[in-house]
C-alpha cells in the first residue's frame, strides 16, 4: 500500500503516519524529519536546508525530490510507504510520478487531512517533539506522562525550532499557496480522500482506516 498524506502544517500527518506505520507495517517517509536530521547532523544538506526552515519556507524542489529518489528505492519500502510532507509543490508532485514511472510503482490514496488555519496555530505552538524518536505530543491534548519526557524512550521534549507562531503562520501560508493545488492535482487522478483533521487523534485514525481498508 503506497500513500500520500496531505494536509497544511499542524494537521495531524506525522501522528496519523506513526499509526499507520503501527498498524500496517509500512515505513513513514517524512521529508520534514530527515531534514530536521540533516540540520541535527550538521551535513552540508543541513546546513543548506536550515535557512528555509527557519524562516517557514520550503526547501528547494531539487533538494527534497533528490532524498526522496533515494529513500523509495529502500528495500522496506518494497512492502509500501506512507509520504508524510512530500510532495509540496506541483513539481514535486511531477517528479514524483516520474520516480514511481520508473520503479513500477503507484500510489493508492492520497489521503488529504482537513484542518483551519487558527485551529493549526492552536495545535502547533503548544506541540512537542521527542529529540530521540520523533514521537510527537501536545502539551493540552496530548501531553506526556512525565513534563519534557518522550512516554515511548523517555527522549528528551523539545519545540521544533519553526513552530513559533509568526513562522507557523508564515508555513500556512506557503501551504495555501504552493501545496495546496495538490488537492485538485489528486482529485484528478481519482485517488484523493478527504479526512476532517478537527477530530481527535483517534478519530481521525478510525476514518483513514475506513478508506484504508480499499487498499489491504
Ligand atoms: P514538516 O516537518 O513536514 O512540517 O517540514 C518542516 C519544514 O521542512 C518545512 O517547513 C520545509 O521548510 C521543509 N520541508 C519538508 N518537506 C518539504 C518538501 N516536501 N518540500 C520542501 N520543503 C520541505
Avoid at 517528479?95 to 514511472?101: F, P
Wanted: glycine share 8%.
Amino acid at each position: 500500500m503506497n500513500l500520500i498524506l496531505l494536509g497544511p502544517p499542524g494537521s495531524g500527518k506525522g501522528t496519523q503516519a506513526k499509526l499507520i506505520v503501527e498498524k500496517y507495517g509500512i515505513p513513514q517517509i517524512s521529508t520534514g524529519d530527515m531534514l530536521r536530521d540533516a540540520v541535527a547532523q550538521g551535513t552540508e544538506l543541513g546546513k543548506e536546508a536550515k535557512k528555509y526552515m527557519d524562516a517557514g519556507q520550503l526547501v528547494p524542489d531539487e533538494v527534497v525530490i533528490g532524498i526522496v529518489k533515494e529513500r523509495l528505492q529502500q528495500p522496506d519500502c518494497e512492502k509500501g510507504f506512507i509520504l508524510d510532507g512530500f510532495p509540496r509543490t506541483i513539481p514535486q508532485a511531477e517528479a514524483l510520478d516520474k520516480m514511481l514511472e520508473e520503479l513500477g510503482k503507484n500510489i493508492d490514496a492520497v489521503i488529504n487531512i482537513q484542518v483551519p488555519e487558527e485551529e493549526v496555530v492552536k495545535r502547533i505552538v503548544n506541540r512537542r517533539s521527542c529529540r530521540n524518536c520523533g514521537a510527537v505530543y501536545h502539551l493540552i491534548y496530548n501531553p506526556p506522562k512525565e513534563d519534557n519526557k518522550c512516554d515511548k524512550c523517555g527522549g528528551e521534549l523539545y519545540q521544533r525550532d519553526d513552530d513559533k507562531e509568526e513562522t507557523v503562520r508564515q508555513r500556512y501560508k506557503v501551504y495555501k499557496e504552493q501545496t495546496e493545488p495538490l488537492v485538485e492535482y489528486y482529485e484528478k487522478k481519482g485517488i484523493l480522500y478527504n479526512v476532517d483533521g478537527t477530530k481527535n487523534i483517534d478519530e481521525v485514525f478510525n476514518d483513514i482506516n475506513a478508506i484504508l481498508q480499499k487498499f489491504t
